[in-house]
């Protein structure tokens, strides 16, 4: 779950060094609070960045300041070792307030990035409307389909930097590749040098996804980039193979 968070938000820095940007300074919104949405937040403010949401099933917190890696530290021992929800945080911590039985996209009045790391689904057209309305320019998904698809249509209509979690939560399963790596090898790599071979696959495959995009048409279309280069990866592996 770490690395799909973490994997997530390399994703999205890649896609923002398309534009010669970065995350410093960003309004990022985040959903969820378990290990997915917390180590995509913690790395999004490693990187300057100011997360002010995250959410539970009991409702939404909003920091209008950004969370620091302090307020972060108490919400992942509330939700890891207490097993609290959201609702009793806003107690401890200065500065945020918690909203009951909402989920995070229509909170803040301002929002760069999205990170819907929760659920399927937990995204809609109408949330989607407010976030561009509100000046999102990137989402990108930590989740399972979690961005319904009135809300696809509406991200790739405005034509904002979109990836879809096919793409950009593939972090977990390529961190799992690597233990597997590891132990046939008999080796052991420290957690910075599996951190950084999992930041290398993930700019692969944003590489991968834009430039497929961008050869077939549709440049800055990651949605079309992703599937694309899916299945060409695949169909060339089956004509290698003889087919």
Request: proline share 3%; charged share 20%.
């Given at each position: 779950p770490e690395a799909t968070g973490y994997g997530c938000v390399y994703f999205a820095e890649n896609m923002l060094?398309?534009?010669?940007?970065?995350?410093?300074?960003?309004?990022?919104?985040?959903?969820?609070?378990?290990?997915?949405?917390?180590?995509?937040?913690?790395?999004?403010i490693t990187l300057g960045a100011k997360v002010?949401?995250?959410?539970?099933?009991?409702?939404?917190?909003?920091?209008?300041?950004?969370?620091?890696?302090s307020d972060l530290k108490t919400i992942m021992d509330l939700k890891s070792i207490r097993?609290?929800?959201?609702?009793?945080?806003?107690?401890?911590?200065?500065?945020?307030?918690?909203?009951?039985?909402?989920?995070?996209?229509?909170?803040?009045?301002k929002v760069d990035c999205a990170f819907p790391c929760?659920?399927?689904?937990?995204?809609?057209?109408?949330?989607?409307?407010?976030?561009?309305?509100?000046?999102?320019?990137?989402?990108?998904?930590?989740?399972?389909?979690?961005?319904?698809?009135e809300a696809v249509s509406a991200f790739l209509k405005a034509k904002i930097l979109?990836?879809?979690?096919k793409a950009a939560n593939a972090g977990g399963v390529a961190t799992s590749g690597l233990e597997m790596s590891q132990n046939a090898a008999r080796m052991y790599w420290s957690a910075k040098v599996v951190d950084d071979k999992l930041r290398e696959i993930m700019c692969s495959i944003h590489d991968n996804a834009y430039e497929a995009a961008a050869k077939y048409g549709h440049k800055g279309n990651y949605?079309?980039?992703?599937?694309?280069?899916?299945?060409?990866?695949?169909?060339?592996?089956?004509?290698?193979?003889?087919?």
């Open positions: 060094a398309t534009k010669k940007d970065n995350f410093k300074g960003k309004i990022c919104a985040v959903s969820g609070s378990g290990n997915v949405a917390s180590y995509a937040a913690k790395k999004l002010v949401t995250l959410s539970d099933r009991s409702g939404a917190i909003y920091a209008k300041n950004g969370l620091s890696m097993r609290g929800e959201l609702s009793e945080i806003a107690k401890e911590l200065k500065g945020v307030k918690f909203f009951q039985g909402v989920n995070v996209w229509q909170l803040p009045s929760a659920r399927q689904n937990e995204l809609n057209g109408e949330d989607a409307a407010y976030l561009l309305k509100h000046g999102c320019k990137l989402v990108a998904e930590g989740a399972n389909m979690p961005s319904t698809p979109y990836a879809p979690g949605v079309m980039g992703a599937n694309i280069a899916g299945f060409t990866k695949v169909a060339d592996a089956m004509v290698a193979q003889g087919i």
